[in-house]
């Protein structure tokens, strides 16, 4: 660790900032090794702060100060004190206006961190949220210090032939030496992390929208020369997102120019930076033989979810850092909608749940587990947390489950018009909500304050004489760290009845008869009772998974299959399935630790075959009906996680099925797989999608047909989803071609970094024998690079999160082969490398002997030299 003990910011701690800044004018003289900074700060007391002749402390970090000045008169050394982080300035005007200018210098290139002002292959550019602004100046760096940006960009011609920032282009002009510079004034106030600047030898791709109200706008999307014919896509998502927020919010867009820049190196997605959003390359480009259907709606969802942060973000922005799930949580909340919209409800609803249960939920049960709104932190970087964010949406989509559609548009719209241009926190937001509906939130507030993922348990009793059915619901939490005990909370049921005959029946419960109702359970134990039902009903509970629960109830596998039937719930549908499967793999999988035989049971041929048969219009859906859980899912239901079981019981299943069904899987192979060029269309989608499932169900067989099958497709693959759905099953196969075909992909793609990507991930997800050899290897290959996120994620993080089986080999090599990582990539980049500790996280699921084995790796972590307080934070907090 570094000499100081890490410091921990409370919530509670919160107070107005002393000084507001209400506009700044930059100059940023750019050079890679040398960019001169040079602000103007216009500075007042703030009005709202009880506190006077408070100091000006201004944040600053790993910058080389040059000069101060007030008002025009410069500073010598004893009117302003500097530390590591700070600029501070005693005795400063409490009753006017007063302006502080500030120069200093920072390096771009040495910065691998990629926050603050970094370069990207040749590209400069920035990245400021959370705290990165005060990496390239000094600043009041926090949420609610809105400001006025108007920013001049210098730079040579040649290099930096394009110069962007916020906001508008007001002037330009030429300069001696081959250099250029461009103003660009931002009329809306903001706090500075979402400033931007991008200068570089960029193309771009031009289009306008025609808003709600008849402006026009200008959308430009700039890339390196070489991606020019990958941006299509990402432009036409940049349009549907702005249609469907006029559409579904009423929110129209506010500037004349809306700019997205796609950069190969960067810590996260992408960034909502106003007017100027920052792309990383994964999140943009796409062409059908490059990118697979998945990247395609990746790309539509993370265009959405930036486009909408221009109103929930940026408009109306977080007061402080605690209340991150304000923007974030609303914000995924809305690009899970949108991209609903856009393609399948029912296909987008089941991938989120999926990704909520299996990894949101283990975060939710560890170590690390927080409240959406947390209430300390060391390093805010850690907070952008699945809980934050998809757990966060999860609580919007409660809201939006106990108001129902109009009157969460009323909150909505009463959000907007009352907070517009503020910095609130979400308790603001849950208010607006609660006053634009007669629903009491009081108790539902909890959700925000309270960590871990509630249990629901679910006794169900039929009474033959009184025709009821009574259904008890009771909650529980277990407690999380800091959080000994726990209180109920809001929780919404949605429910629907289904007769043995398969039909819907109706719900009479207090006085009204419906189809479906929501049941709101409030205290830790409820009785619902339902009247008038002749006969025995199946009960399908909590319909489109209404709260983010784990639900224990009592189902057999003939009421599950029944269920996976009939169920007009399309979410539970498909969730009746997964249940079946797990618990069929549960049993082999006593079966397996108890040296037994295993047999599969002909319910679930019999439901598989069952689903085959019936006609599907949503193909995408269908192939969500026909995949098992996956290992990790699995996981997280087992009391210890026996990794090598899980995955031999869940093979099991999946050959055996592609032995009893063959004819099916081969039949609906030939009818679907029409070698297309991979155009975007949901049609096509889902027939790739079940062609695709099919072909990895037959590889199982390690037949020569079933290679054939594979080695056919790829090479004639003329999409990348055929080409990947290929070379994935032959490289978890015995395939002969396998070697082979790897390289031939290598050399075919060596040119697109975003494809050499999937070709790491590839080979590290893989349950193959020599897996961690091939990773060794990999570590050394020439195109792996620790100082790119993506490559990073691709290998480290794909066999450290993706790959169950191997990554907790029983020796330990997989364990200390991250933790070897961890460590360099620490130095290079903290945020990137305190991801990577996440795989450690959860050592107390596993038995005994990998238990110390973990433990060992992150002592091993935070004892190392140099340990940024990034991964200091996970690693030392995982240990307790
Ligand atoms: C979520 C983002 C960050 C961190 C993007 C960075 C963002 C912060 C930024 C959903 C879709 C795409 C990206 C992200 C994500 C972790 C995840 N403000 O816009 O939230
Ligand atoms: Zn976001």
Redesign the pocket.
């Known amino acids: 660790m570094q000499d100081t003990k890490p410091q921990t910011i409370y919530l509670k701690d919160y107070t107005v900032p002393e000084y507001l800044i209400e506009s700044v004018e930059l100059t940023v003289i750019l050079d890679e090794l040398k960019t001169r900074v040079v602000s103007k700060l216009t500075i007042q007391k703030n009005p709202k702060s009880k506190v006077d002749n408070a100091a000006l402390v201004l944040q600053g970090e790993g910058l080389e100060l040059v000069s101060v000045a007030m008002d025009g008169v410069a500073f010598n050394e004893a009117q302003y004190k500097q530390s590591a982080e700070s600029l501070s300035v005693d005795n400063v005007p409490q009753e006017q206006v007063f302006v502080l200018a500030i120069e200093n210098t920072i390096n771009p290139k040495s910065n691998t961190s990629l926050e603050g002002l970094y370069l990207s292959s040749t590209m400069l550019c920035t990245q400021c949220?959370a705290e990165g602004f005060r990496k390239i100046t000094y600043f009041l760096d926090r949420p609610d210090v809105m400001t006025l940006f108007k920013t001049t960009l210098i730079g040579d011609k040649d290099k930096y032939p394009v110069l962007l920032s916020n906001g508008n282009k007001v002037a330009e002009g030429e300069l001696q030496n081959n250099r250029h510079w461009v103003t660009w004034e931002d009329p809306f106030k903001k706090p500075c992390y979402l400033f931007a600047l991008v200068a570089g030898q960029l193309e771009c791709i031009e289009d306008t929208f025609t808003t709600m109200t008849g402006r026009e706008i200008s959308l430009q999307i700039f890339v390196e020369s070489h991606d020019i014919d990958k941006c299509d896509h990402a432009m036409q998502s940049l349009k549907n997102s702005m249609q469907w927020d006029e559409e579904a919010y009423g929110r129209e867009y506010d500037l004349d120019l809306y700019m997205i820049v796609a950069v190969g190196h960067f810590n996260?997605?992408?960034?909502?930076n106003k007017g100027l959003n920052v792309f990383n390359t994964k999140?943009v480009l796409a062409r059908p033989d490059t990118a697979t259907d998945s990247d395609y709606e990746h790309i539509e969802?993370?265009i959405g979810?930036?486009y909408f942060?221009n109103w929930t973000?940026n408009r109306i922005t977080c007061r402080d850092w605690f209340q991150l799930s304000l923007k974030?949580g609303f914000?995924?909340f809305r690009?899970q909608q949108f991209t609903g919209d856009q393609t399948s409800r029912a296909v987008k609803r089941i991938e989120d749940v999926k990704l909520l249960r299996v990894r949101q939920f283990a975060e939710d049960a560890g170590p690390l587990s927080h409240p959406i709104r947390p209430e300390a932190y060391i390093e805010i970087n850690n907070f952008?947390t699945l809980t934050v964010?998809e757990k966060g949406a999860e609580v919007v989509r409660m809201i939006h489950t106990l108001l129902g559609e109009e009157d969460f548009r009323k909150g909505s719209d009463l959000y907007f018009q009352r907070h517009d241009g503020q910095a609130v926190t979400c308790e603001d937001f849950v208010n607006a909500m609660e006053s634009a509906s007669d629903i009491d939130l009081g108790l539902f507030k909890r959700w925000y304050s309270q960590a871990g993922t509630p249990v629901l348990e679910a006794t169900e009793r039929y009474n033959e004489q009184d025709k009821t059915l009574t259904l008890t619901l009771k909650q529980s939490c277990a407690a999380t760290p800091g959080q000994a005990t726990k209180g109920p909370v809001h929780i919404p049921v949605k429910l629907g009845l289904l007769a043995t005959d398969g039909s819907v029946a109706n719900i009479c419960i207090d006085g009204f008869v419906s189809n479906e109702v929501i049941l709101e359970l409030i205290q830790e134990q409820q009785t619902f009772v339902f009247e008038q039902l002749d006969k025995k009903p199946v009960v399908s509970l909590l319909r489109g998974f209404s709260a983010p629960v784990v639900l224990n109830k009592q189902q057999s596998l003939e009421e599950l299959a029944f269920l996976l039937s009939h169920d007009v719930d399309t979410f539970n549908r498909w969730d009746a399935g997964q249940k079946m499967c797990s618990q069929v793999i549960f049993g082999l999988i006593d079966n397996i630790q108890q040296g037994q035989a295993l047999q599969l049971t002909p319910l679930l041929v019999d439901a598989f075959a069952n689903v085959i048969q019936q006609s599907w219009d949503d193909l995408s859906y269908f192939s969500l009906l026909l995949s098992l859980p996956a290992e990790n899912y699995l996981a997280g239901q087992m009391d210890v996680v026996d990794v090598v079981a899980i995955h031999q019981a869940r093979e099991f299943v999946k050959k055996t099925l592609a032995e009893k069904l063959q004819e099916q899987f081969k039949e609906l192979y030939q009818r679907y797989h029409k070698d297309e060029s991979g155009l975007f269309d949901s049609g096509a989608i889902g027939r790739r999608r079940i062609k695709n499932i099919c072909l990895s169900y037959l590889a199982t067989l390690e037949t020569e047909e079933s290679y054939q099958l594979a080695g056919k497709q790829f090479s004639s693959a003329k999409n990348m989803t055929d080409q990947m759905a290929a070379l994935s099953v032959i490289v978890e196969s015995k395939n002969p071609a396998k070697v082979q075909s790897l390289e031939s992909f290598y050399q075919q793609w060596k040119n697109e970094a975003l494809v050499i990507d999937k070709w790491f991930t590839l080979q590290a997800c893989s349950s193959a024998e020599d897996t961690f050899s091939t990773v060794q290897n990999l570590l050394k290959h020439p195109a792996f690079e620790l100082t790119n996120p993506n490559r990073v994620r691709s290998l480290i993080g794909a066999f450290s999160q993706a790959n169950q089986l191997h990554f907790n080999a029983e020796n330990g090599q997989g364990y200390q082969l991250l933790a070897d990582q961890v460590i360099a990539l620490n130095s290079i980049n903290p945020q990137v490398a305190s991801r990577m500790v996440s795989a450690l996280t959860q050592w107390k699921r596993f038995d005994a002997d990998r238990q110390t084995l973990i433990k060992a790796e992150l002592e091993r972590i935070v004892n190392a030299e140099n340990i940024s307080k990034d991964v200091y934070e996970i690693a030392s907090k995982s240990l307790l």
């Open positions: 949220e996260m997605g992408a960034m909502e999140f969802g993370v979810h930036e942060h973000g974030e914000t995924v690009d952008y964010y």
